[in-house]
C-alpha cells in the first residue's frame, strides 16, 4: 500500500469515531469560539467562497456555512466526508462534499475567497505542493488560515494514555499506525510553525502572520480534553 493509500485507509477508519469527537466539540462553547475567531480573520461579508481543506468530519465546514457563507468541504477519506454531511445536516446546513487530493486540487485557479483548515498539514506527504496549490486557487485578496500543531516530536500512544485525553479510548493498533504514518512524514523534521512561514513567503503570499498558541482563544468547554501541543494558526493573503 503506498503512502497515499495507507492515510485514506487510516482517516476512513477513524471517521465514526473522530466524528462523534467533533459533534461533542460543535455542540460545546468551543463550536462558537471557532466561529468567532475564524470570521475575525476573514473578508467581513456574507457568502465567501470557502474550502475547507481535510474537512474531515465537517466541524469548520459547518461553522462557516452556519456563518451564511458557501462552503466546499474536500478529504481524500471517503468515510470522513460521509461523516461531514450527516453532521452537516444534523446541523441544519448545506455543504458542498468533494473527494480529492489536498496536495492537487480539482478546482479552478481563484476559486476561492478564503480556505481554512485543521489539523491537516501534519499529514501531508508534501505540504509545500499544498501551499502551492492552495495558493493558486485562492482569488487575489483571499485568505488561508491553517490552523496546526508541531507533532513531529510527539508520541501519541503516551499522550492517549492520560484518562482524560480525549482519544483515551482509541485502540492501540489505531494509535500505533498514526505515529508510523506520523513518523514517515517529511514535515515531522521540520521545525514549525517557522518552516511553513518560510514556505508561504517564498511562494509569494503576502501579510503573513501568525499566532503561535490560540488554545486559550478556542478551547473554553470544561467537557474536551485535547493533547497538550500548542495549536497555531497560520494566516496569510494571497
Keep these: ?140 485578496g483571499g485568505v488561508l488560515l491553517n490552523f496546526d500543531s508541531d507533532y513531529g516530536s510527539a508520541q501519541f500512544a503516551e499522550a492517549a494514555n492520560a484518562r482524560d485525553n480525549i482519544h483515551h479510548e482509541l485502540a492501540s493498533s489505531l494509535l500505533q499506525e498514526c505515529q508510523a504514518i506520523k513518523d514517515t512524514m517529511a514535515i515531522s523534521r521540520q521545525k514549525r510553525p517557522e518552516w511553513d512561514l518560510h514556505q508561504l513567503k517564498m511562494i509569494g503570499f503576502r501579510k503573513i502572520s501568525c499566532d503561535s498558541d490560540i488554545r486559550e482563544r478556542v478551547h473554553r468547554s470544561k467537557r474536551m480534553r485535547y493533547d497538550d501541543r500548542p495549536l497555531f494558526c497560520l494566516r496569510a493573503l494571497k
Design 1 to 140: 500500500m503506498d503512502l497515499t493509500a495507507r492515510i485514506q485507509t487510516y482517516w476512513n477508519k477513524r471517521s465514526k469515531g473522530y466524528s462523534k469527537v467533533r459533534q461533542i466539540e460543535l455542540d460545546s462553547p468551543d463550536g462558537r469560539a471557532w466561529q468567532e475567531y475564524m470570521l475575525a480573520q476573514l473578508p467581513l461579508r456574507k457568502g465567501l467562497r470557502i474550502l475547507d481543506v481535510g474537512t474531515g468530519p465537517g466541524f469548520l465546514a459547518i461553522l462557516m456555512a452556519l456563518a451564511g457563507h458557501q462552503v466546499t468541504a474536500l478529504d481524500s477519506a471517503s468515510e470522513m466526508l460521509a461523516e461531514a454531511r450527516q453532521n452537516a445536516e444534523a446541523q441544519g446546513v448545506s455543504i458542498r462534499e468533494i473527494t480529492g487530493n489536498a496536495q492537487s486540487l480539482p478546482f479552478p485557479d481563484a476559486s476561492f475567497d478564503g480556505i481554512v483548515t485543521r489539523n491537516l498539514t501534519w499529514t501531508l506527504p508534501d505540504v509545500a505542493a499544498a501551499y502551492r496549490d492552495w495558493y493558486r486557487v485562492l482569488a487575489p
